[in-house]
C-alpha cells in the first residue's frame, strides 16, 4: 500500500477526535493527537498542561520562515515566543513520525500543511451547533451554560490558528478529500466511510 496519512481537522464537540482514533484501530494504524504535544513536553521538559496553553496562542507569521529553513538559525529560534516554540517542535516531531510510519491518522496540529509534500488524504469532521453543543455537555462534561461559549471559543482558536500557520481558510471544504457531518452520520459511520475512501484512495494513485 502506498504511503499516505490521514489528517483530520475539526469542529469543537464534532467527535472528530474519536472518529481519528476510530479510523485508525479499523486501518490498523496509529493516531496521534495529544500525544504530539506530550512528546514535545517531554523534549522540552515542561508539564503539557502548561505548553497546552502556550500551544493556544497564535504563533507568529514569522514561525513558518524558520520552519521551511533546511537550517534555522539556533539564536533566532530561541528568540522566539513560547508558543512559537511549541508549534515548531510539534511541526519536527510530526515529520519525524512521518519519517518513521507508513500510514497514521493526524488530528489538529495543521497537520494537512505540514505534511502536505508527503501524501495526505485529508479530512474535515463538523456538526449542526446544537449537536455539537450538547455533546459537550453530555460527553466532555461542560457546563449547559458554558457550553456554546466553550464551543464557539474553541473553533476560533482553532481557525485562527490554522489561518495564520498555513496562510488558508480552516473551513474552506475545497482544501479536503472528504468533509463529514458527523451529527447525521455518526462517530462510527464517519470513521467507516474514511476507511473506505481511504483504501480507494490508495488503490486509484498507488505507486
Request: overall charge negative; proline content about 2%.
Amino acid at each position: 500500500m502506498k504511503k499516505t496519512i490521514i489528517t483530520i481537522e475539526r469542529q469543537y464537540g464534532s467527535g472528530g477526535s474519536n472518529i481519528g482514533k476510530l479510523a485508525a484501530e479499523k486501518l490498523g494504524i496509529s493516531c496521534y493527537n495529544r500525544q504530539i504535544l506530550e512528546m514535545t513536553a517531554e523534549r522540552c521538559g515542561i508539564a503539557p498542561e502548561y505548553l497546552e496553553n502556550a500551544e493556544e496562542n497564535v504563533p507568529t507569521s514569522f514561525l513558518y520562515s524558520l520552519l521551511l529553513s533546511a537550517n534555522p538559525a539556533r539564536t533566532m529560534e530561541e528568540n522566539l515566543p513560547l508558543s512559537d516554540k511549541v508549534f515548531l517542535m510539534e511541526s519536527r516531531i510530526i515529520n519525524e513520525i512521518a519519517e518513521k510510519e507508513k500510514s497514521f491518522v493526524i488530528v489538529g496540529r495543521c497537520g494537512s500543511y505540514i505534511l502536505e509534500d508527503k501524501g495526505c488524504f485529508n479530512v474535515y469532521i463538523y456538526a449542526d451547533p446544537e449537536f455539537r453543543v450538547k455533546r459537550a455537555v453530555t460527553e466532555y462534561g461542560v457546563g449547559e451554560g458554558k457550553a456554546e461559549s466553550v464551543m464557539k471559543k474553541a473553533d476560533k482558536r482553532r481557525e485562527t490558528f490554522y489561518n495564520v500557520n498555513t496562510g488558508r481558510v480552516w473551513h474552506d471544504k475545497d482544501q479536503y478529500s472528504l468533509c463529514l457531518n458527523s451529527g447525521v452520520l455518526g462517530d462510527e459511520l464517519c470513521a467507516d466511510i474514511i476507511v473506505k475512501a481511504y483504501q480507494e484512495y490508495n488503490e486509484r494513485f498507488k505507486d
